[in-house]
């Protein structure tokens, strides 16, 4: 092989989510020929003609170059994806169950199926999030399997943990971080490399375990991170300081850095809420108290009140007051609303009796199905039409960029409630609007 060429590598992606089909796709676009497999009939269908069935921005563009290109195939059949394949992804979800701990039987599955069906020498990569010692979990189960075939097929399993973000996941796999490679075979992780080696990133080769933790320990830290600067910002708004202007003061500090220091109405999503849970569970397995994990939980569901409360103190009753939601995703670019804090604020309001109305670039029907008294429109303009206030919880650019003079004009009274500290208060209080933020101090 010449030098500079990238060997081809015949990779399976069992489990197509977000993170199943932007791992498809980037190693498509590194040179592999990728099988991406899943049991939704629907979704393959819809992948195959090049639809994307999640909201994921620059995702569905390279599908199609792929799959015009032959370079990436879908299918709803495990066997023939992994049959075929030198790399099998495991890239399922683990959502939690009620005790916080994540469900494992999506893993549990398709390490069955891979058991039930490798040929020859295959590295099973597990790319979910999972508790420190599901590589070894893995790995007996498919050595089960393959007692029960009576074969004698190699294999070896690696932990290559994701640090995606939703709304930005392109981006962050062509441009990664840094990749984590959790593997005890020299052989594995020199084939690992190998399929990463067109990616300029720098490269850990670690354990299976300590692979495992650095994924948990990251979103935990960047969770702890928001929360500390929450804490803060509502210690600011008591002592009028203002919070966007200490994180930007912190930031600079190298040691710090300057992202994921944005206060705000608290983080959601499937990830934080969820690895947090699990890191507090394996603790508490391990008997190893998490009180700072613990804590960043409480003070996350506090944010949301303390800023319920806000509003509730500003408005007063709210009983048949109108209030517009800007934005329903739990960030911008992305049309997921798990563990939304949007989802809360609707709650509080509701129960205060606010009738509520809204408007979201990506989230429409997944609102009125959970909430049908919420009216969703798709006009933002249109939304804000007699509403005493507004309540931005997603800072989606579309809601920065709005005429807000416009929106004034329309509005019947004039309260606009910021919860993720973006909008320009001098232009809009300039506008007759009464704004609050969350920690930022307006006499500045
Ligand atoms: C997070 C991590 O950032 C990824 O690295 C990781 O791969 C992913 O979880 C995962 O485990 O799969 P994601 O959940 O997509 O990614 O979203 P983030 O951009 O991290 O935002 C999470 C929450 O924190 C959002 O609700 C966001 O609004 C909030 N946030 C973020 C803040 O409140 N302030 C900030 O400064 C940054």
Not at 237 to 261: C, Q
Request: charged share 25%.
């Amino acid at each position: 092989m010449k030098k500079g060429m990238v060997r081809k590598l015949k990779i399976a992606v069992i489990g197509i989510g977000y993170v199943g089909i932007t791992t498809a796709v980037s190693l498509g676009e590194l040179g592999h020929q990728v099988v991406g497999a899943d049991m939704d009939d629907t979704k393959i269908k819809q992948l195959k003609s090049g639809i994307l069935p999640i909201y994921e921005p620059h995702v569905e563009t390279v599908i199609r170059k792929l799959l015009r290109e032959e370079s990436l195939h879908f299918t709803t059949s495990i066997k023939e994806a992994v049959e075929r394949a030198e790399i099998v992804f495991i890239t399922v979800g683990t959502p939690p169950l009620a005790d916080g701990r994540p469900n494992m039987k999506h893993i549990g599955d398709v390490a069955t199926e891979i058991g039930r069906h490798i040929r020859e020498y295959s590295i099973i990569v597990n790319k979910s999030t999972v508790p420190v010692g599901t590589t070894d979990d893995v790995q007996s189960i498919i050595a089960d399997q393959l007692k029960l075939r009576e074969v004698n097929v190699p294999f070896d399993v690696v932990s290559n943990p994701e640090f995606l973000q939703e709304g930005r996941a392109l981006q962050n796999a062509r441009k990664p971080d840094r990749i984590i490679i959790g593997c005890s075979s020299p052989a594995a992780a020199e084939i690992m490399l190998q399929l990463y080696e067109k990616v300029d990133a720098p490269k850990q080769i670690t354990s299976p375990r300590n692979a495992e933790m650095i994924k948990y320990a990251s979103n935990a830290f960047l969770a702890t991170k928001i929360t500390l600067m929450n804490e803060i910002a509502r210690l600011c708004d008591r002592l009028a300081v203002d919070v966007s202007e200490v994180a930007k003061g912190l930031g600079m500090d190298k040691r710090i850095g300057p992202h994921f220091l944005q206060a705000g109405i608290g983080y959601g999503g499937s990830c934080f809420p969820k690895d947090i849970s699990a890191l507090v569970m394996m603790g508490r397995e391990a008997q190893i108290e998490m009180s700072i994990l613990e804590g960043v939980q409480e003070v996350n569901q506090l944010q949301t009140d303390w800023f319920l409360d806000k509003v509730k103190q500003q408005m007063g009753d709210l009983y048949g007051k109108r209030i517009t939601l800007f934005g329903f995703a739990f960030k911008p670019d992305t049309d997921d609303i798990r563990e939304a804090p949007s989802l809360k604020i609707i709650v509080g309001l509701l129960n205060e009796g606010a009738i509520i109305s809204g408007f979201d670039p990506a989230v429409n029907k997944k609102i009125t199905e959970m909430f049908p008294s919420v009216t969703v429109i798709e006009d933002a303009y249109q939304a804000a039409k007699e509403a005493d206030a507004v309540v931005i919880c997603t800072e989606w650019d579309e809601i920065i960029n709005l005429d807000w003079r416009k929106i004034k004009g329309l509005m019947k009274g004039n309260f606009i409630f910021d919860g993720r500290n973006v909008l320009d208060w001098r232009m809009l209080q300039q506008e007759g609007l009464r704004y609050w933020g969350v920690g930022r101090n307006m006499n500045t």
